[in-house]
């Protein structure tokens, strides 16, 4: 059974930095892209990041460009997210995801962490 | 990258069949084919409903359906039940090797 597991949230004063985890079960890490998809409250859904299987090749979305770094450890089965110079504006629920192998959607989910950026 | 634009919201009767659009530009939706669906209850994690325009995931019912035309892509839902209602979103890679989002329609099942 597939599962994605997110972890590290919470509160962090504007400026300051966190790294949220998502470990992964059920299926060979090494062969998927990941992706990180962000919801502030009461709000719709924002890409984040995207990395290829072997970590080679990283994307990110223009607001978080410069201060996110989405990154793999295979030997853990786990996904990251490095956040520095967070802003209010990036307090949302982060969800990681597993890329589909053949086609470009994302099929399985994590439940998401909350990241909360206020003093 | 602007977000792809989804209406607010729409409803269906019981039965009835209904179309969410999302319009961006050659530069996302129009240029390629790469657009999925997500379905979203409140409190939920997003499920895929339908990639790569009109690629359904197995154990999707196949009530939903994907298109495009032009620089808008389409989800129809058919026989619309009552556990449809949620709120929906469209997505799309870039020409900037990014993707973006529709701002999401709220379905409401009358």
């Known amino acids: 059974e597939v599962q994605l597991l997110e972890s590290g949230g919470g509160l962090v004063q504007p400026g300051g930095s966190l790294r949220v985890s998502c470990a992964v079960s059920g299926f060979t890490f090494t062969y998927y892209a990941m992706s990180w998809v962000r919801q502030a409250p009461g709000k719709g859904l924002e890409w984040v990041s995207s990395?290829?299987?072997?970590?080679?090749?990283?994307y990110y979305g223009d607001s978080v460009k410069g201060r996110f770094t989405i990154s793999r450890d295979t030997s853990k089965n786990t996904l990251y997210l490095q956040m520095k110079s967070l802003r209010a504006e990036d307090t949302a629920v982060y969800y990681c995801?597993?890329?589909?192998?053949?086609?470009?959607?994302?099929?399985?989910w994590g439940q998401g962490t909350l990241v909360t950026v206020s003093s | 990258q602007s977000a792809l634009t989804q209406p607010a919201s729409v409803s269906g009767s019981p039965g009835q069949s209904i179309t969410i659009s999302c319009t961006g530009t050659s530069s996302d939706v129009g240029g390629y084919n790469y657009v999925s669906w997500y379905q979203q209850h409140p409190g939920k994690a997003p499920k895929l409903m339908i990639y790569d325009v009109t690629n359904r995931p197995s154990g999707v019912s196949n009530r939903f359906s994907g298109s495009k035309s032009g620089n808008t892509a389409s989800l129809t839902i058919s026989g619309l039940q009552a556990e449809d209602e949620a709120d929906y979103y469209c997505?799309?890679?870039?020409?900037?090797?990014?993707?973006?989002f529709g701002g999401g329609t709220k379905l409401t099942v009358l």
């Open positions: 995801a597993k890329v589909l192998l053949r086609g470009t959607g994302l099929d399985y």
């Open positions: 990395i290829i299987g072997n970590g080679s090749s990283t």
């Open positions: 997505i799309s890679y870039t020409s900037s090797t990014t993707w973006v």
